[in-house]
């Protein structure tokens, strides 16, 4: 059995259709796929495409050790002031 995943864009409306045809749910990613030994026509209605061809796009997945790398977060509240532990935020 081949490793290789092809990610699908599935709606969840549909997801019980694409089960059927043996796609699996990916909990990491949060994608349905198929493995690289499934008859990938089956899935064409679900396949990625590139906006510039009509050639499906592979979806390489995040990996854990990318996540967070070189993000900032700014509060929206410019008022809000962090909770630190020590005393109440109520005080």
Known sequence: MSDS???LN???A?????KALGARWDPANKKWYVQGSVDINLFSAW???ASNSS???SVKPVQSNDIGQGVI???VDT???AYNGDTPPWA
């Open 5 to 7: 995943k092809t990610y």
């Open 10 to 12: 599935v709606p969840y």
């Open 14 to 18: 549909q997801k019980d259709a694409a």
């Open 47 to 49: 396949l990625p495409v």
């Open 55 to 57: 050639e499906p796009v």
């Open 73 to 75: 977060t700014y509060p």
């Open 79 to 81: 008022a809000f002031v």
